[in-house]
Every structure is written in structure tokens, then in C-alpha cells.
């Protein structure tokens, strides 16, 4: 709707143009131009100077270097000119168009452009009432939403990431920073100047984002929306979170998810808050990339994360490239691939530079799968400068993860060479296996829970998709908020229960029950899998079950943890921002699992909000959280109110339109 509304104000700011030239024409007495000639006429001028202007700011927006070498006078000029070149075309274009003379066309040309000016700041101080833009200071969104940051390409990978410029609210001058550690690699960059890639890291502003005002006058926020609201400490401060709590509820975090405790339902009765697809996918948080494992594996000599399971999988599957796997299909059994989360220490990468780069690099063996965690590359940035940080490249500490995330996701393309056959994908979660299994043969999918028991042997979704016989698909598969998601080719599967062969198939958000918006949830409780084993240290995989078929683009993706902590906005309390409360494991070391993710050692926290009151609704109270938890200042850690009343929500974050390389609609 919001978009709907801002693309009639750009419709009619144009429409009012030919009807505003038609007037200026008998200004002027420029004879024969009805409406038709001016629309006619505006349109071509129209598209002659968006083409112009493109071309200016592709100009404008490419390498810098002749810009950089020289003075602020050959930019300055060059602008001038662009502008001098747009009046020409316009007044040429006037001139040829309306078949007048060169005086009438200018005297035309200049009324007509400043009454265009003036009805466009009409509709601008008209649209301000609707949608108002606002710059993004920090990175508490992120990578969502970022703030001031800089871009950093991996000097070993290739990888492309951000990293935070300022922690500051509204902070006027960026922070300075000397290192960012790569979330694929590991690479600890040196972004000080002089630095060994002789590269400039320049600090960008945030993100800009467009915010409709006019929805919750309409309708009630609903959780997971991107809000924009004055905040409680100080209400000439503007902040950006995402929606986490509706007013009379219990907001419990735990073992990184969010658990709901509604008014109307029994004391202690919580549930998984679960999100709809398309803002699971806009939330996933990146963990791999296969298509690097070229440089990272090839290049770089570190242990390959995607390798076949011994057995059949050494035989049948090959990846020549490093990047992708292909299977002729010569197996009667499930032919497997799986991915363990071999991230490099900083020990280890200081083992292969300078003076121990002459040891040979790593062994195969020394870079031991851990789980998978909370790593933020967005929070590794390092503003302190020390001599031994710049001549070992040690890793900041900083957004390095501490905590296991089990909600994992994979999303890669499926090639298949055959009419028949199996492909399987799993996702492992405290030992329990969650598979999505393709038929080749008959396009049928279906996703099912191993390890026994009634609540695994009781679950099974299927579905009949695109994906049979030869043919190329995307798939996404994720296990998210004790829930099973499949989207192929960017659509979400709408998954059926055998059980209840008489219930539609139904997507996220379609129908009002908790049952009905999720059914391809289960309960964790009765899984009994909130703690890891060994077998989550090779959590994601894909088989092939007589299909010869090519698996590539491969991407390991996961959910945010949310850091369960809360101060209660009490000033007093200083409360570390990890979920431990005494034993902290150590990723890579199963023995230590046991203790430290039992219940008695995991953060578990509470957050109570009033009940409407029909009366004062402006008095309603939401919880707020950031998408960069660990670096997030939200309700968690507010000093004196910790929600956000609804007279001071401003709108909703409806679009990213700044910079244009990450344009998008946000969810």
C-alpha cells in the first residue's frame, strides 16, 4: 500500500506537467498545442533527460581517480555543464517539438520549468505527511539496515562485507578503524593507512530507507515490522528497530529465539514467535559461501568445508571446480555431502603469514569443525591500533561469535541430468535430522524429522513441485523457529499434511490460527534437541539417490541469535551481552557442550507488557529489538522505560532507496 501511495504522488507530479505546459503554450501564444502535443512533448523530453542524467551519474558514480588526483574545480565544472546541457536539450527540445521560434521557446522553456519546480514542492510538502525519509546512524540493524560503515573487499578471499563505522547514536564523526575480520575466511584485513593492500577504506553514511507514517494510523503494528519511533530516553532522537512484542504480552528470550506468552493464555504457556517466509528470508545471516572455496580451499590451502561423506560419497560425487558437486547417479543408497564449519583461528592464520608462512600452511587436520555461531562481520571492527595487531593480523575479538545457532538454512541450484531418482537436503539440529526429499521421478517433495519418537515419526509435509526430471531449480530449505520452510525457485512450497488430507495446503499468513499460518511447525520441547552433539558438527548436507545430478552455487545460511539479557531499565545493572551465565563452551570441543547449553547455564529472560487499555491506546506499549543483537541498543538495555509507547511510533520502514546497490523493498 505504502508503495502504491508513492508511486501515485511521482504519477501525478508528471501528470501535471503536460497540463502545465499546455498553459504556458497559450502564455506565450505558441499556437496548435492542445494536450496531446504537450503530453506528447513532455514525454519525449522526459525520457531524453532521464537518459542524460543517467549517463551523468554513471560518470559521476565510476572510478574516482582523476577526480582524486585533481582539485573540487573539474567536478564542480563538470556538474555545471551537465546542468547548462540539460536547460539546452530542454529548450531544443521545446523549440522542435512546439514548432516555435527560439525566443518563444526559451521564454516557454523558463516559465514552464519554474512552475514545474513550484508543483513539485507542493506534492513533496504534500508526500512528507504520508512518507518521510531517514538516514540510518548506526548498525544495530544490521546487516539488514547499516549505518555509518565502511566496505571492505577481503584482501585474501575476495569476499565482499561491511563493517561498522560508528556505535555511536546520531554520531556526527565515524570512528576509526584499523582492522575487519572476513566472515568467510576469517582474514583479519588492515584497513589502516599505508596499509599492505595500499587501498583507501572511506567511511559511507548509512543506509537511507523511506518510512510510510500513515499505516498504523489504519492498522495495528504487527511483530517483525521495521518501525521507526521516537526514543523513550529522549524523544528528539529517532530510532530504528524491528517489532518484537504487542502490548499484553510476555516477551521471553531463550536459547536465541523469541517465546510469546499472550494474556489470555494459562501462566507459563509460551510460544516459539515465529516469522513469516519473506521475513525469514530477509533475516537469514550469511555463514559460507561455496563459491569461494576455490580461493579459500584452492589458493589458500585451508580445509576444504564441503566435502563427500566416506564411502559412496568419495566415489560418486566430484568437485574439480571446488565450487560444485556432480554425481552420475550410479548408487542404490543415498550419496552424501556435508558441511562442517572449518573457520581459521587467528593462530592459524598467523601460522601462514610472515614468518610462518615458511611452515608449509595448515594440515588438513588443524582447523577443527566447530558449531556454527553468532558471528557478525559487521561487528569486528577494530578501532584500536597496536603494533602487534598490524604485523600478525590477529583478529579482533569484537562480533566474534560465542553462541551455537541451530536454526540454519541451505539454499544452492539443483542441476539433474535424469528423469528419476532422490536428492536430499538435511539440516541438523541437537542431533535431530530435518530432511526435505525430492522425487525426480514424480516431482513430489517431502519433508520429514528423523531420530524416532512421536512428535519426529508423526511429522510429514508433502507437496508436488517443479522439480522433476531433467531441469535446473533454486532451492532454499530452512529450519527456522521450529518450523520446516521450503522455497523453490523463489516461491514458497505450500506443503500439505497426510494426516489431514481434508486441510488446504496453506502458506505463512493466510489464515488467522498459529496452526494455520505455520503448519510445517513442530515442537522443539518434545524433540528434546536444545543441546548440541558431534553430529551437529556437520549440520547441513545433500545426498543423491540414483540421479546424476550437479549441485552448485552452495550457501550456508543461518538465523539471528537474539542475546537474551535485561536490565529492566535500571540504570545500576551491567549486564554482559552473552547468554551464559557461568560456563562458556568452547565451539569446537563437544565435551564441554553438556554443561554449558543445559538450561541451568542458558540466560532465560522475561519482558511484561501492560494490557491494552481501549481507552488510552495511545498508551500501548511494544518491545523493540535490533537485527545486530550483540551490538544492539534496544529495549534489552534501555535505561528507565524499556517499550516504546504507540503516540510515539512515526511509520514504517517500507523501502531502501539509498545507496543503489542495495535498493530494495525491506521486510
Known amino acids: 500500500m505504502e508503495i502504491l501511495i508513492l508511486l501515485a504522488f511521482v504519477l501525478l507530479a508528471f501528470a501535471v506537467q503536460p497540463l502545465i505546459l499546455w ?3 497559450r502564455i506565450c501564444q505558441i499556437p496548435d498545442v492542445g494536450l496531446l502535443r504537450a503530453t506528447k512533448t513532455v514525454a519525449v523530453l522526459t525520457t531524453v533527460q532521464l537518459v542524460f542524467a543517467g549517463l551523468v551519474l554513471a560518470i559521476e558514480m565510476g572510478p574516482k581517480t582523476i577526480a582524486d588526483s585533481v582539485s573540487l574545480v573539474l567536478p564542480l ?3 555545471l555543464a551537465a546542468i547548462l546541457a540539460q536547460l539546452g536539450i530542454m529548450w531544443s527540445g521545446l523549440r522542435w517539438l512546439l514548432r516555435t521560434t527560439w525566443p518563444k521557446a526559451a521564454g516557454a522553456g523558463a516559465i514552464w520549468w519554474g512552475l514545474c519546480m513550484v508543483s513539485a514542492l507542493c506534492l513533496a510538502l504534500v508526500a512528507r505527511v504520508f512518507v518521510e525519509a531517514f538516514v540510518i546512524p548506526t548498525g544495530a540493524m544490521a546487516p539488514t539496515i547499516l549505518g555509518k560503515h565502511k566496505e571492505v573487499i577481503c584482501p585474501t578471499c575476495g569476499y565482499r562485507y561491511e563493517v561498522s563505522a560508528s556505535d555511536r547514536p546520531n554520531a556526527e564523526v565515524a570512528s576509526r578503524i584499523y582492522h575487519a575480520t572476513c566472515p568467510m ?7 589502516a593507512p599505508n596499509n599492505p593492500q595500499n587501498r583507501s577504506y572511506p567511511t559511507y553514511d548509512g543506509d537511507r530507507v523511506l518510512v510510510a507514517k500513515f499505516p498504523y494510523e ?3 503494528p504487527k511483530r517483525w515490522d521495521i518501525i521507526v519511533f521516537k526514543y523513550p530516553g529522549d524523544a528528539t532522537l529517532n530510532y530504528i528497530k524491528r517489532l518484537a512484542g504487542l502490548p499484553g504480552e510476555t516477551i521471553r528470550i531463550h536459547d536465541g529465539d523469541l517465546w510469546i506468552h499472550e494474556a489470555d493464555q494459562p501462566e507459563g504457556n509460551f510460544a516459539i514467535a515465529r516469522k513469516p517466509p519473506e521475513k525469514i528470508l530477509a533475516m537469514l545471516q550469511p555463514v559460507y559461501d561455496n563459491d569461494l572455496a576455490p580461493t579459500i580451499t584452492g589458493k589458500l590451502h585451508w580445509p576444504a568445508r564441503w566435502t563427500p561423506e566416506p564411502g559412496a560419497g568419495e566415489r560418486l560425487w566430484t568437485n574439480k571446480d571446488l565450487a560444485s558437486f556432480e554425481t552420475d547417479g550410479r548408487t542404490n543408497g543415498d550419496a552424501w555431502i556435508r558441511y562442517r564449519h572449518r573457520a581459521p583461528t587467528p593462530e592459524q592464520w598467523d601460522a601462514i603469514t610472515d614468518a610462518g608462512a615458511k611452515n608449509g600452511g595448515p594440515s588438513p587436520d588443524s582447523v577443527k569443525p566447530q558449531l556454527i555461531s553468532d558471528f557478525t562481520a559487521y561487528n569486528t571492527a577494530d578501532r584500536e591500533q597496536s603494533r602487534l595487531d598490524r604485523l600478525s593480523q590477529g583478529l579482533s575479538t569484537r562480533g566474534y561469535g560465542i553462541h551455537w545457532v541451530g536454526d540454519l538454512a541451505v539454499q544452492f541450484d539443483l542441476e539433474s541430468k535424469s528423469p528419476s531418482g532422490k536428492v536430499v537436503a538435511e539440516l541438523i539440529k541437537g542431533s535431530r535430522p530435518f530432511q526435505c526429499r525430492f522425487d525426480l521421478s514424480s516431482g513430489k517433495v517431502e519433508l520429514a524429522i528423523g531420530g524416532g519418537g512421536a512428535e519426529a515419526d508423526g511429522y510429514h509435509r508433502m507437496a508436488t513441485t517443479a522439480v522433476a526430471g531433467a531441469g535446473r531449480h533454486a532451492i532454499i530449505f530452512a529450519n527456522i523457529d521450529d518450523e520446516l520452510t521450503l522455497w523453490v525457485d523463489g516461491k514458497v512450497v505450500a506443503l500439505s499434511d497426510p494426516a489431514r488430507p481434508d486441510a488446504p495446503p496453506r502458506r505463512n499468513g493466510q489464515a488467522q490460527s498459529e496452526t494455520e499460518k505455520h503448519p510445517n511447525q513442530y515442537n522443539s520441547a518434545l524433540l528434546n ?3 548440541p552433539t558431534t553430529k551437529d558438527l556437520a549440520p547441513v548436507g545433500i545426498a543423491a539417490e ?3 545430478v550437479k549441485v552448485s552455487h552452495i550457501k550456508v545460511l543461518r538465523d539471528i541469535y537474539y542475546i537474551a539479557v535485561f536490565n529492566a531499565g535500571k540504570a545500576s545493572v551491567s549486564i554482559p551481552l552473552r547468554d551464559y ?14 554443561e554449558a547449553f543445559q538450561d541451568g547455564n542458558m540466560r532465560t529472560v522475561d519482558i511484561r507488557l501492560d494490557a491494552p487499555d481501549p481507552a488510552h491506546s495511545e498508551k500501548d506499549q511494544f518491545f523493540v529489538l535490533g537485527d545486530n ?3 544492539s541498543s534496544d529495549g534489552r538495555l534501555w535505561v528507565g522505560q524499556y517499550w516504546v509507547d504507540r503516540k510515539m511510533l512515526i511509520g514504517r520502514a517500507t523501502w531502501l532507496y539509498w545507496p543503489m546497490d542495495r535498493c530494495r523493498m525491506l521486510r
Open 529 to 531: 534437541n536444545h543441546v
Open 629 to 631: 543483537s550483540a551490538q
Open 218 to 220: 489504519f492498522a495495528d
Open 77 to 79: 565544472l563538470f556538474s
Open 546 to 548: 540414483g540421479a546424476a
Open 185 to 191: 575466511c576469517r582474514f583479519t584485513a588492515d584497513l
Open 23 to 25: 498553459l504556458v503554450a
Open 581 to 594: 551465565l557461568d560456563r562458556e563452551p568452547d565451539l569446537a570441543d563437544p565435551q564441554t557442550w553438556p
